[in-house]
């Protein structure tokens, strides 16, 4: 890591080129989310602000929408989102740690393509996917309609189901749980885990005392990638939950389009974006990016 | 140590990544199956197969026009974003710079983001800017996630390239533009390959910033959603096969051409 | 020596294979309660492994590891009475000083004031000062970061010790002095310590016994000194450092012929069984200048192509035709004469061996 230098900035240059090589690579970028990120996210905090169901940025600044939120139901709505969420990271950790844990230490040779198999699928859109597990759910689909024929068995299909949403946002994040850890596991060095067996500690003890620390940085980025972006998940709830179950996202994107209440849909998603800005905030504050993407 | 506990405990993992596996990709050979009939309604077991659905979905200009736009918004979308990626890759990995710190977590801060939302904010701010909603912003749209993503990708290459190797060319003689074509590209190649087929992939399976961004003009995948909500038709399916071959073809296509790079490299 | 005689640990047709290659080749060993063995040898030559199966991270293809008359070849590392201090240390970088010298207590069940106080006792014994405990292990320096894989390992109260080259990644002048503490502590401690190296110099200043390995086989076991005077093979006497190694046939007469050299050689009295071919070897400090060819056994005239300073040694090169002889000087018995001048150097055949080509 001692190898990063300033790079070549002096020779002579005039004016740019006197700017640190570093800031002018990365300044394209820089304006581009000012624009692109920024600029928009600033734009929903005004509009937050607007009267409801005005389409600019002319109006009296006024807290009714956020008066709205806190009297309307549209908590519930917050709440499954986070609870939801939630579930989904801890499903998350249980079910790809094994495979974490096989691709740095038991596949070998295999591993590049067992990644490759778990990266396909995030190159198709993730609402095709999800057709996908309906149509294995679903009455007469692939699952109950092999239970009838084969085995003469009548299930109740799990579709519209709070455990369908569940399965669906487990299915499509999977991946962004899976690699962060693999990275986290491949962090902790062997000789650590061999040092700690030769000092008498049992498979339990290497596993609480060395891995599980050493590869933290790896689970709490999966653990934050995951919960937000199943925060902001709504194909989920559309394709596999019915109207079973209403996210946060949901009553936004209802706000934006059938109720043609921006102003009410910008300050929801300002309440969205601090519960997940702060989580990031608080989790990235400390953290070494260089660390944890050098390491070869 | 090759104990019998460690290999029944390997056995283990193995055969739970064998149920992962089929766990990712049953949604997929669903999808296919469902192209595969020739009835108008899904049920399983198939009481008739055909390439009926194929034919009717193949021939219509619609589905032509679909594929062209996402096709064309994806290609415009891997061009730009290679560009701002490698530059700003090699101020998030490569340069030693005061503002690095900052700039690497604005850099993160859209991909912990949920895409929804952002969708609907740049919806917004279009709207604020007076700009009509077309292919054009959409592939903005797109850009915001993108760009960020392509730049982690090109910048964990960037971490095991060696600064000494453009020291060494700018000691030779070769003029700042040489160096760069002389040198950095082509050590930073295969993550520059890998960047470019995520940049296309992930604008390809795009959904959530296409639906509020696109305005007139349609995805695939925009197109698969109104079509699923509106009901079930088998065109669906076909085209969701479609949209999985082609990303896995293009893929693979990817990964061939990277190793065709690599024996070139190494024969030379 | 019978077996188990004194013998802590007994070694017996030990042997490792990788993919059909012998990374250990039978080797038969026995380290004695209280010593320090060191096993040296290029890298490759299976000492690693060696060691790797020792500590219980390897399990033998085939043999017997036995300690204190018991066979431990499958006792897993953690249940084993050894413990290793590894080549990169593997200090634990979450926890800090003191967490990381009590860890085997803290695993043990020991409460945290016992251990606290242990973990002092061995910062002392090491010269850590107190206040390191709660420092965190990324912010010391290599030496320190050193004395605490020690003393980590130490307060296992293993029954052996093993080193896998741990002060390979240190500078020249620590190294030197950490060799001397390390020797130190072993007198203190009295414990069995089981060292491997590449470097014969390090050893040769820590160690009871010496065992050279080469291509999986140990080739020679012996204390320091018969190490560097009575090499029993070629390959041992190169490795002991800078030497003159001659090609060399045994003449009917008993003397010895050596082609770049016109006349014949006077043959030491150790021959290591060498009847027709070997090789001649002359340690640089027993080659000397001449001033006339009866001033010892054996001469030949050469031309003095470069010197080095060693500190407080000069060391000459004087080339033979197409040979190469190295020979030292004490600095101040420093040769007078100037480069590609002409010399007359010899040496007496009892400084000198010859050893088979193995």
Known sequence: MTARTEGATAGGGVGFLRVPAGFRAALPVILFLLVGFAAPLLAVIGFSFMPARTFGFTGQPTLENYITIFESTSYISLLWSLGLALATVLILILISYPVAYGLVRVFGRWSTLVTLLFVIPLFVSENVRLYGWLLFLIKNGVLLGTLKTVFGIEAESMLFTTGAILLGMVYVYLPYMLFPLTLGISMVPNDAREAASDLGASRWQVFKEVELPLSMPGLVIGCLLTFVLAVGAIAEYKVLGGQQVIPITHDIEIAFTYAQNWPLGAALSVLLMLIVGVLVMIALRRFDLDKFLGRR | METRGVRVRHALIVVWLLAMIIFVYIPSVCITLASLTSSRYFTFPIPKWGLDWWQKTLSSIEIHQILETSIMIAAVVTVIAVVLAFFGALAFARYDWKGRSIYQKLVLLPIFFPQSVLGLALLLWFNALGLQLSWQTAVFAHLVWIVPVVTLVIAIQVYSFDPALEEAAFDLGATRLQVLREVTIPVLMPGIFSGSLFAFLLSWGNFPLSLFTTGADTTVPEYLYAKMVAGYTPGVPVLGTIATIGAIVFLIGGYLVMLALNRRRSAA | ?358
């Not at chain 3, 036995?66 to 990169?88: E, H, K, W, Y």
């Not at chain 3, 109260?157 to 896998?164: G, M, R, S, V, Y």
């Open chain 3, 1 to 358: 020596m019978a077996a188990g005689d004194g013998a802590i640990l007994l070694l017996k047709g030990l042997t490792k294979i990788f993919a059909g290659h012998r990374a250990v080749d039978a080797i038969d060993l026995q380290i004695r309660e209280g010593e320090m063995f060191t096993i040296v040898g290029p890298s490759g030559s299976g000492k690693t492994t060696l060691l790797r199966m020792l500590a219980g991270m390897e399990t033998p293809t085939s043999g017997d590891i036995i300690l204190r008359g018991q066979r431990i070849n499958d006792i897993p590392a953690n249940r084993r009475p050894t413990c290793m201090v590894f080549q990169s240390l593997a200090l634990f970088p979450h926890k800090d000083v003191g967490d990381n010298i009590e860890f085997s207590l803290k695993i043990r069940g020991v409460p945290k004031a016992e251990r606290k106080q242990r973990a002092l006792e061995l910062m002392r014994l090491l010269r850590l000062p107190d206040h390191y405990y709660d420092r965190a292990v990324t912010r010391i320096s290599g030496g320190e970061r050193q004395r605490v894989a020690l003393a980590r390992a130490l307060a296992f109260d293993p029954e052996i010790l093993f080193f896998d080259e741990p002060l390979s990644a240190l500078d020249y002048k620590l190294r030197k002095t950490l060799e001397k503490e390390l020797k130190d502590i072993h007198r203190e401690t009295k414990k069995t310590f089981v060292y491997i190296t590449h470097s014969l110099e390090e050893a040769m200043v820590m160690s009871d016994r010496i065992g050279v390995m080469r291509d999986g086989r140990l080739v020679q076991i012996g204390t320091p000194q018969e190490i560097y005077t009575e090499p029993n093979s070629k390959f041992v006497s190169e490795f002991v450092g800078d030497v003159n190694v001659l090609s060399v046939s045994v003449l009917p007469s008993g003397k010895l012929k050596a082609a770049q050299i016109p006349h014949e050689m006077v043959a030491p009295a150790t021959m290591n069984g060498v009847k027709s071919a070997g090789f001649l070897v002359v340690r640089p400090e027993f080659l000397r200048f001449l001033d006339a060819p009866g001033d010892a056994d054996n001469h030949v005239v050469g031309r003095l192509y470069n010197e080095y300073a060693l500190g407080s040694r000069i060391q000459y090169q004087v080339r033979v035709g197409e040979l190469v002889f190295v020979l030292e000087k004490l600095r101040h018995e420093a040769f007078a004469g100037g480069l590609d001048q002409e010399v007359l150097i010899g040496w007496d055949a009892v400084n000198t061996i010859v050893v088979p080509d193995r």
